[in-house]
């Protein structure tokens, strides 16, 4: 360590020590406390002030690609270019930072071998994602033509996703738009925010089904598909999903949110005609709203 680092990032200094590793994997890392500082634990964010002893304990290396395994999979609807996956609460879309196996891209390789590779090796045919605790219904490009074609009409916003969410409170108006621009939270990096003046544009509408005595049901449109949309607009307004912790909403039994993607609509890139796919609310879910009857 030299005068030079003195004031960089921990994470800055670390890519420059080490260039064998990305940035993203030496944050991941730090934030799995695989990274000391005179012992103790430190945030990327951190500042390097020059005397310190830095050590790195590596993780286990990322696969550089998808492996197929035989998972339950449960499918919607498939063509010679689309195939439309029914997504259980608690499976990840695709591998991350210490999630390699029990994906549902590990499962849908198993199941129809070649998918497009658009998203590259670890993520093929993934053209939108759904948040780990979020079930229901994703499409899965089968090929590269496919997934230009599907990923055009989600940037043109010609995809319509429906969503079925059970709020905190009882929502007042009886349908409503929230467009507040979402952004990374600048202190708890794993949360999203409509909180500050800048962001990504963001376009979420609702639809109250029903008002149950402390909790709302409603069907939700998003215009746009940020990460955690949903679940950050309901939030900002007073109305966090139920289940939904990391947004503040109080622990709940199911160990899921109740937030459910229930109905897709998409043009085939194959033969331009419009295609509705739903998924059915699952039965953990359908048992929550029977206790509030």
């Given at each position: 360590m030299s005068a030079d680092d003195r004031g960089k990032r921990l994470d800055q200094f670390l890519r420059e020590r080490l260039p064998q590793y990305s940035r993203s994997r030496l944050q991941d890392w730090i934030d799995q406390?695989?990274?000391?500082?005179?012992?103790a634990s430190e945030k990327r964010s951190y500042l390097v002030k020059g005397a310190e002893r830095i050590q790195v304990h590596p993780g286990e290396l990322a696969p550089l690609k998808a492996t197929a395994e035989d998972l339950p999979l449960e499918v919607l609807y498939e063509d010679a270019d689309v195939i439309a996956i029914n997504k259980p609460a608690g499976?990840?879309?695709h591998s991350g930072a210490g999630q390699h196996s029990g994906t549902l891209v590990n499962a849908v390789l198993h199941r129809f071998e070649k998918l497009s590779s658009v998203a590259g090796e670890l993520r093929p045919g993934i053209v939108h994602r759904l948040d780990r605790f979020t079930s229901g219904v994703i499409l899965i490009a089968r090929s590269d033509a496919a997934h230009r074609n599907l990923a055009e009409q989600f940037a043109a916003r010609k995809v319509e996703k429906i969503y079925v969410a059970l709020a905190h409170g009882r929502v007042k108006n009886d349908s409503g738009r929230i467009n507040t621009p979402i952004a990374r939270d600048p202190v708890r990096r794993v949360r999203m925010t409509?909180?500050?003046a800048h962001g990504r544009q963001a376009i979420t509408s609702y639809q109250v089904i029903r008002r149950f005595k402390e909790l709302t049901l409603l069907e939700v449109k998003i215009g746009t598909g940020r990460t955690h949309q949903i679940r950050v607009h309901l939030a900002s307004i007073g109305h966090p999903v139920v289940g939904d912790k990391l947004y503040g909403a109080p622990a709940g039994a199911l160990g899921?949110?109740?937030?459910?993607?229930?109905?897709?609509t998409f043009t085939s890139p194959g033969t331009g005609q419009q295609i509705t796919v739903s998924a059915p609310l699952p039965?953990?879910?359908e048992a929550q709203l029977a206790t509030l009857e």
């Open positions: 406390g695989r990274v000391l500082v005179n012992g499976m990840v879309v409509a909180r500050l899921r949110y109740f937030l459910h993607a229930r109905q897709i039965a953990e879910l």
